[in-house]
């Protein structure tokens, strides 16, 4: 029998593009101002130096323009009766299913810039060395939704010997 993994269901928040792009712009700042801080203050440096900082400066820029389109495009997530599916990455890509009889917990977070663009993200633990599945920047209602479904399938669902 030949099975064909289909994608997750739901995109994430159309919010997320601009939460990723105002999220990477700060840290890119940072980083860019630093760079120019440091050549400007440290004396006597190679003139080359000045090519670093602009191929910096350019990085920066490319990664806060083109990243979180490309995440948008990549980020998928789905909640059925029978798992927790999902895909994310920009980069590399990561797909994650974790059956229902695994979940542990779901949490939900939402920082405070988070809810500047009405985001929240749920973490759902599982039985898994892999570590917990992350749902970032869905709506905050969404979010909600997804959590108030999980629990009540995790609590219908009957327990399982699984030594967790």
Known sequence: MNHVLREPAHRVSPQAVPYWRLSAA???VVLVVAAVVAYAVIPDVPGWTLVLVLLVAAAAVAHVVLMPRIRFRVHRWEVTDT???TRSGWIGRETRIAPISRVQTVDSRQGALMRLFGLASITVTTASAAGPITVDCLDAETAREVVARLT????AA????DAT
């Open 26 to 28: 700060v840290g890119d």
């Open 83 to 85: 798992a927790v599916h």
């Open 152 to 155: 009540a399938i995790t609590a």
């Open 158 to 161: 009957p327990e399982q010997d």
